[in-house]
């Protein structure tokens, strides 16, 4: 079976708890009203009340009530809904006055007329032959020559019946209509509250590899969603960034090696045109030698590029002394140094934690490419330097300096500010780039400051292993 949608599901909740709202407050409103219709019968019989014992205690003898009863009379009359009776309290079945039907007295009235006492009203209900029910107040109240009788005042309930009756009637009349209307307004509210999930849905049926372009719009959001969009923006940033960056690689990829294996594939077929002397042959392996060893370095970088840029990389670091490892590789370049008469100095100290082979590796590329530019005759200094909670390795050479418009691509893949001499020289385009992702895995920072003239800076800075 197919679940229901969160629409309906929230309708449905909606509906139930409004509905069930509505029935609560329906029979909340009903015992109200009974309550205050009872307030105001009994409110009325209790004035009553004491206006028939004021007019009593006037009067001489309970025989005088039946002679003179004009005062009592004047109490109930004009009055159609009260009933008024006095009865003797030594024999109660005889009443002494009646004003209005008589009203049958059931036995539970009589034990209340019994335990009848003046300093409190009694109530109890009864019902007359054509079935209309009465509140009854009943009082024992005294005479002016003593003597006592039992006053038992009704009040016909009818009218409220009445009320309670129709508004009973309208309210099973509204309460369809009401729960029909909380439906529709649930379902109305819940469509409104899901639209940003349809805007949601529709993104993501739009966005693919091929196009990564579309966001979702934060305005007019509520503000979970609005947080979740802008976190669902950011990643389809991401997510676009990787794939451009991937594609242009992959690009720059197809055209490093299509030159190699283009010259490859050129020289075999102009050397096998037609019959050559073997020293030829020679010279033509020679120079393919040398095409597949710079497309093995390109396959070895990118493999380790590979390494370095994927979560697995995750190596344990330990404390690596900085000055160490400078004189590690500056003694494996000194041969490289002295064929251009190029002096290394090493300088400084400090500590970082780290892996040693990488830090080795990302501190040979930028010696290596130092000594590539740094004129004959001239200096390379290697500088360690700690400040605060981080610690540098700085490579300086006298070369020509690199232009600005270059130097936030200088650590970018194949990236080169003067191809044809890189080429000559046998770069591959990913040296820098592996400086970078070696930095990058221990959560440090590559820099280059240079202008045309002046000395070239890298630097390498992690953070301070001295406490490692």
Request: proline residues 4%; glycine residues 6%.
């Amino acid at each position: 079976m197919k679940p229901a949608s969160l629409s309906m599901r929230l309708g449905l909740t909606v509906s139930v708890l409004g509905a069930l709202l509505v029935v609560v407050l329906a029979i909340l409103a009903f015992l109200a009203l009974t309550h205050e219709l009872d307030a105001l019968a009994k409110g009325g019989l209790e004035r009553k009340m004491q206006q028939i014992r004021h007019s009593l205690a006037l009067e001489q003898r309970a025989s005088d009530l039946s002679l003179k009863p004009h005062s009592l009379l004047d109490q109930v009359m004009g009055h159609d809904n009260l009933n008024l009776t006095i009865l003797d309290q030594g024999d109660p079945t005889a009443p002494l006055l009646s004003v209005g039907s008589p009203l049958p007295l059931p036995a539970q009235a009589r034990r209340e007329v019994a335990a009848a006492s003046q300093g409190k009203v009694s109530y109890f209900s009864r019902s007359d032959d054509q079935g209309r029910h009465f509140l009854t107040a009943t009082q024992l109240m005294p005479l002016n020559d003593g003597q006592s009788v039992v006053v038992l005042l009704s009040i016909d309930r009818s009218n409220d019946e009445a009320l309670l009756s129709a508004y009973l009637s309208s309210t099973l009349i509204a309460l369809p209509l009401l729960l029909i209307l909380i439906g529709l307004s649930a379902w109305a509210v819940v469509q409104r509250g899901l639209a940003p999930l349809r805007e949601f849905r529709k993104v993501a049926a739009m966005v693919s590899a091929q196009d990564l372009n579309h966001r979702l719009s934060e305005a007019n959001m509520p503000q979970e969603l609005s947080e979740l969009a802008h976190g669902i923006n950011f990643m389809l940033h991401r997510l676009d960034n990787g794939v451009q960056q991937l594609s242009q690689f992959s690009d720059d990829l197809a055209h490093e090696l299509r030159s190699p294996i283009s010259n490859l594939m050129g020289k075999a077929q102009v050397t096998l045109s037609r019959e050559r002397p073997t020293e030829e042959y020679k010279a033509v392996l020679v120079s393919c030698t040398e095409e597949l060893a710079r497309v093995t370095r390109i396959v070895s970088d990118m493999l380790f590029l590979a390494q370095v840029s994927h979560p697995a990389a995750l190596v344990p670091f330990e404390v690596i002394c900085l000055e160490d490892e400078a004189l590690r590789v500056a003694d494996l370049f000194s041969l490289a140094a002295q064929e251009k008469h190029i002096t290394l100095q090493v300088s400084g100290s400090g500590r970082a934690l780290g892996d040693r082979l990488m830090i080795q590796r990302a501190m040979s590329n930028l010696l290596s490419n130092a000594i590539r530019h740094c004129p004959d005759g001239q200096a390379i200094s290697l500088v360690i330097d700690s400040h605060g909670e981080h610690v540098s390795v700085q490579v300086s050479n006298p070369g020509a300096g690199i232009e600005s418009q270059h130097l936030p691509h200088l650590f970018d893949r194949f990236y080169r500010v003067d191809n044809s001499r890189s080429r000559a020289q046998g770069g591959t385009g990913l040296g820098l780039a592996i400086v970078r992702s070696i930095m990058s895995l221990h959560q440090g920072l590559a820099q280059v400051e240079s202008s045309p003239g002046r000395v070239t800076v890298f630097r390498l800075v992690f953070p301070n292993g001295r406490n490692g």
